[in-house]
């Protein structure tokens, strides 16, 4: 342990007086990435999703972002 930098005392046991360099919390930030977590489509709904993206000529992620719009819209 001689040779690690910012490294003293028992390999394994944690030194409650030094803080995680690693570890911090930034607050105010959004999150990276909004997408939703374990959506799947059956096969069904995916070939008309991918149907209706080839008839639109934009994007799957831009005809996705459209539809959940709409969705939310008609919903209220």
Do not use: H
Not at 55 to 72: D, F, H, N, R, S
């Amino acid at each position: 342990m001689a040779g690690v930098k910012k490294k003293t005392g028992s390999p394994g046991v944690n030194n409650p007086k030094k803080k995680n360099d690693t570890s911090f919390k930034v607050e105010g930030k959004e999150a990276r990435s909004q997408k939703p977590v374990c959506f799947r489509p059956t096969l069904t709904l995916e070939a008309q999703i991918e149907a209706a993206v080839k008839e639109a000529g934009i994007t799957k992620t831009k005809w996705l972002e459209q539809a959940a719009i709409a969705y939310l819209k008609n919903e209220k």
